[in-house]
Each structure stands twice: as C-alpha cells, then as structure tokens.
C-alpha cells in the first residue's frame, strides 16, 4: 500500500468543486457518493488523511481507495464501485448431490437439514445452497400437515353434507352441531404490562390453570347465528339436553337436519333414544377426519382467534361470561347465511388421489 507521504496531493478545479458539493448536499444522491464526495472535498481542502477520517467517520484504507481512484480518474471515477471477478458456477453434479440429499432422511441428532449441515456435508458455502434450493423450490426446514380421511363412505357423506350447504330442503332448517373442548381460562402470575411506543404489550411467561369448559354450538346455515351452552364435560347427556334447548326455540313440526361429526357421544344409545322421540330431526355424519366439512368449526376457528387466544382469564366464570359475550356480539353484528363455495367433484377426486397414495404406501 502506498505510504501516505508519497501519494500525491489533491487540487480541485473550481468546477470539481461545485460538482462535488452538488453531489454531497443533493437529498436524492446515494450516501454511498455522499461519503465519498466527502472525502475528496476534506482532501481538496488541504486536510491531512487522520483528519479526514475523523470528519467522514471511515476508516484509513476507505480514504486512501477513493484518493487513489480520485487522482486515476478524477470525479467520474467516484461514481461507479469497482466490478468483482464473477464466480464460479456451481457444477451440474454438485447441485444433483444437494438436491438429493435435502430430500434425503437428515442425520440421527437431527429432525432436519439445516442449511449449514447440508454445506458442512458437501463442502460448499452456505450462500450457494441457499441459491440452489431456492431456485429448485426445496424447503428442508418447512413441514406442512395434511390428513387424508380413511372414510370408505367419504363420497356419499360429503355429497349429503355440501348438498345440504347448497341446496337446504324447503321449510326446514340446517344446523351445523359441534363441541369445542378443554377451552382453557389461563390467568397470569403477574400483572401484564401495556403496549406503548416501540414495545408491545407484555405478560409473564408463566400461568396459573383456573379450570376448563366445554362449548356445545349450533349454527344455523340460513342466518349464520349460532346457539351456544357451555357445560363442563361432554357426553350423551350433556348433548342431548343441548339438543332440547334448541328444539325448545323451533315450532312445531319443524323438519330439522343436523351436519355433526361421528363421535361417540354422538351416536350413543342415549342419543339414538332421544332422536326416536324427535321423527322431526335428522343427522347427517360429515365423513372421518374431515372436521372441515363441518361449517361451525369456521366460528370455532373466529372465536378462538378474536376472543380466546390472547386473553387473561382469572376464573372459569370470567372465561364462560366471555364466550356468552362473544356469541351475542355475533349474532348481533356478524352474523350472516353460510355459503359453500368448493366445488364436491374436485374434494372427491382430490381425496381419492390422496387416499390411493396413502394405501400404496402401506
């Protein structure tokens, strides 16, 4: 590197000058040319090369780059970054190696590869892994969860499901019948602090366990209002005598139809009983795992995102009064007609082709 006392000195023209102060004050230039017109102002002014470092706050070697470049090249010269040798293109082989050990099973203390792993393991750099995977669409650290129904009766169980969402029986009614289980009112040990400017709101990671609840609901597909009761477990008798209060609210002779799922508590001889003294009721099974057919499981989803997940509760009473709220804002606000927008033919063919690899692969 050359000494600082044998670089030569810097003499602006009065025109260098103007353009490099116009580069410097201009709002829209780069901070990158800001610096540098900087450096060759301080420089042009007779300042030494400790003083300039001082003034532009960089370092000794960024003044003497642009020093060098400035006497090579004048003002243009400050105006372009010097180009970098291009890299070497990764070989056809080596990007067939990492494809096909990302998608191979990772090593025994892992549950993945991670990007480092998979460099470590074929001695390339971490950068041009990301790039290949990235370009071949492969995610090793990403894991998405499906369920494919082993429902043998999952055509005809869908078909009167969506039959029902789309084309409901005159004069009658459409229910959508679920339980939300062990809805937890968690308390805190301390007090939760509030948000303010540049930080969120905060609470203690530790909880104190006030007890569960049940939630037995009903939505009705015409309005989207849901009947809700809490209880604090979930059997035949539990249900049943939800199923009383709702019939409780219905006229006389009302052709009822129920979209429930096939637990037990469900199908019980307690159950099959009371259906036997209600000809007016049918229910209607949504297929095996398949919870999604079932349309209160959306407010389900609503309740437990608006109202559940963030909240402080310091008794079950507190936890059950917010539900109740909840389900009356709903009603009162946010309550509208279900409609179905998939199309039956295409989730039938979908399950089949996910049913028949799931079996291949057993």
């Given at each position: 590197?050359m000494a600082?006392?044998t ?7 009065p025109?260098e000058?103007t353009r490099?102060?116009r580069?410097?004050?201009l709002?829209s230039?780069?901070?990158?040319l ?5 450096i060759i102002?301080?420089l ?8 300039t ?8 070697a ?6 060098q470049?400035?006497?090579?090249e004048?003002v243009?010269?400050l105006l ?7 890299g ?11 494809i ?15 990007l480092?792993?998979?460099a470590?393991?074929?001695d390339m750099v ?9 370009e ?7 894991v998405r969860t ?10 005809n ?8 969402y789309?084309?409901?029986p005159?004069h009658a009614v459409?229910l959508s019948v679920d339980e939300?289980t062990?809805i ?12 303010k400017a ?5 609470r203690?990671h530790?909880y104190?366990?006030?007890?569960t609840t ?5 939505l ?5 209002t849901?009947?809700g009761?809490?209880?604090t ?30 637990v037990?508590?469900?199908q019980?001889a ?8 209600h ?9 095996t ?6 349309a209160?499981e959306?407010f389900?989803?609503k309740l437990?995102?608006q109202?559940l997940?963030?909240s402080?509760?310091?008794?079950l ?6 539900i109740e709220t909840?389900?009356?804002?709903h009603?009162a ?5 279900f409609?179905w927008?998939r ?10 082709r996910?049913y028949?690899?799931i079996?291949s692969?057993?």
């Amino acid at each position: 590197m050359m000494a600082f006392s044998t670089r030569q000195q810097i003499n602006l023209t009065p025109e260098e000058r103007t353009r490099l102060e116009r580069i410097a004050t201009l709002p829209s230039t780069p901070q990158k040319l800001v610096r540098r017109s900087r450096i060759i102002l301080s420089l042009g002014s007779g300042h030494g090369l400790m003083a300039t470092t001082r003034s532009v706050e960089c370092s000794k070697a960024t003044v003497w780059r642009w020093w060098q470049r400035f006497l090579d090249e004048r003002v243009d010269g400050l105006l372009y970054d010097a180009s970098r040798p291009p890299g070497r293109k990764t070989a056809p082989d080596q990007v067939e190696a990492l494809i096909k050990l990302a998608q191979s099973p990772p090593p025994p203390h892992a549950s993945y590869w991670t990007l480092r792993a998979l460099a470590d393991r074929l001695d390339m750099v971490i950068s041009t892994v990301f790039n290949i995977l990235k370009e071949h669409k492969l995610s090793p650290h990403q894991v998405r969860t499906f369920k494919v129904s082993r429902d043998p009766d999952f055509e005809n169980k869908l078909t009167d499901v969506v039959g029902l969402y789309v084309n409901p029986p005159d004069h009658a009614v459409v229910l959508s019948v679920d339980e939300k289980t062990q809805i937890q009112a968690l308390g805190r040990t301390q007090t939760p602090l509030p948000m303010k400017a540049g930080q969120p709101a905060t609470r203690s990671h530790d909880y104190k366990r006030n007890g569960t609840t049940c939630l037995l609901a009903a939505l009705d597909i015409a309005t989207g209002t849901v009947i809700g009761q809490t209880t604090t477990r979930h059997r035949s008798k539990e249900f049943t005598a939800f199923l009383d209060q709702i019939a409780a609210g219905l006229a006389d002779g009302v052709k009822v139809h129920v979209i429930l799922d096939n637990v037990s508590s469900h199908q019980s001889a307690e159950v099959h009983a009371w259906l036997a003294n209600h000809p007016d009721w049918t229910f209607h099974f949504t297929p095996t795992s398949a919870s999604w057919t079932n349309a209160v499981e959306g407010f389900f989803s609503k309740l437990t995102r608006q109202r559940l997940k963030h909240s402080i509760f310091n008794s079950l009473e507190e936890c059950v009064k917010a539900i109740e709220t909840y389900i009356d804002h709903h009603n009162a606000n946010s309550a509208k007609p279900f409609r179905w927008t998939r199309d039956s033919k295409e989730l039938v063919e979908s399950w089949k082709r996910g049913y028949h690899m799931i079996e291949s692969m057993h």
